[in-house]
């Protein structure tokens, strides 16, 4: 869900056209072929495929998958005898892994958004900064203000104002009720869209 789509696109289909093949040309042709040839197969692919797990460490389950995948890729490679199998089964992966980003992106850009920011360890929802062009800049929000209301749903925190955006669709009308200078106030605000942004609320 990054707010730069020109720099993550480029990466997507990097991902799964020139880094597959550099990927199985260096595992399996070079890694793998060298282990073999000075330990048992069976122990060549293990060791393979922990550093190609290690090399893929996004944390200890996606290593843990991605040695597993290794373990499968070699196997294959043992079997056909040619780089060209692992490498489709790779460009395979990596495309579904793509597609799947594309969509938690889409996802993500089409939730609602105030466009508030808040200390999410505070017990009051005060707004530290307000995103440029979002609902809360346009709906006259101030940095200061203590919000207390969404729609008349009290609002204690920061993260319970997040848990109220996101049951409502953007182009909803809300009344944003909050605190300034001891007055209460009371304001219009039509949520939206997370995606049309410059900046991540």
């Known amino acids: 869900a990054s707010g730069k789509p020109q720099y993550v696109f480029p990466l997507l289909v ?74 489709f089964i790779h460009v395979g992966i990596n495309l579904i892994s793509a597609i799947g980003v594309v969509a938690l992106m889409s996802e993500y850009a089409d939730r609602p958004t105030i466009g508030v ?24 929000v101030m940095v200061g203000d203590l919000i207390v209301a969404f729609d008349d749903e009290p609002v204690a925190t920061y993260p319970e104002l997040g848990s109220a955006v996101a049951k409502r669709k953007p182009g909803d009308t809300i009344v944003l009720t909050l605190i300034r200078g001891g007055e209460t106030v009371e304001l219009d605000v039509t949520l939206k869209r997370r995606g049309n942004l410059k900046q991540p609320p």
């Open 117 to 140: 920011v808040g200390d999410p360890d505070v017990t009051e929802c005060i707004v530290r900064e307000i995103i440029p062009g979002s609902a809360a800049f346009e709906s006259g």
């Open 14 to 87: 990097f991902s799964f056209t020139i880094a597959p093949i550099a990927e199985e040309v260096f595992f399996r042709g070079f890694v793998y072929n060298a282990f073999r040839t000075r330990m048992p197969t069976a122990i060549a692919v293990v060791f393979q495929s922990l550093i190609f797990g290690f090399c893929h460490f996004f944390g200890s389950t996606h290593a843990i998958i991605a040695c597993v995948l290794g373990i499968v890729i070699t196997v294959v490679y043992e079997w056909r005898k040619t780089l060209v199998t692992p490498v």
